[in-house]
């Protein structure tokens, strides 16, 4: 696979979707949870989608239970939390595994082509970040502790 446009995932109604919607865009792909420490990172989130999304720049939101059970909601729970606490309106998704037997292929993919601290694959916690770019090639790799406004700079280094 050379490139992210390969995949195809489901909305956060179940929906499938091709990532080459999003073919031609700036692109960061997080794993997210409603019940986590890093949870206020979705304001920030949010503020960066809003504030460079017409220079086409999308954050993609994939919720994901599989560190400490800090997503335990359906989908519909799930983005009426962001909506109501902190008013996301960037496109959020069904929940993935993101490691194991049953991970995502997006971000088996994700993973492999940005490795983490001491070039491992998994992805240790809630609110990893992958930023892609236009071609739909994988840039960098943020950990969790890494808030949205920290990365701004390499994100409008390749809008």
Do not use: H
Not at 80 to 107: A, I
């Amino acid at each position: 696979m050379t490139n992210i446009y390969q995949f195809s995932v489901k909305d956060i109604d179940s929906n499938p979707i091709s990532m080459k919607t999003f073919e031609g865009k700036t692109l960061l792909i997080v794993n997210t949870a409603s019940e986590c420490g890093f949870t206020p990172q979705l304001k920030g989130l949010e503020q960066l989608y809003q504030q460079y999304k017409n220079k086409g720049f999308v954050v993609l939101g994939f919720p994901c239970n599989q560190f400490g059970k800090q997503e335990p909601g359906s989908e519909k729970e799930i983005a009426q939390f962001c909506e109501l606490n902190y008013q996301v309106t960037f496109p959020l998704f069904s929940k993935v595994d993101v490691n194991g037997k049953s991970s995502s292929p997006l971000f088996e993919y994700l993973k492999s082509e940005a490795k983490g601290i001491l070039g491992t694959e998994s992805i240790k916690w809630n609110f990893t970040k992958f930023l892609v770019n236009k071609e739909g090639s994988v840039v960098e790799r943020f950990a969790s502790k890494d808030k949205p406004e920290s990365i701004e700079k390499s994100i409008t280094a390749i809008l």
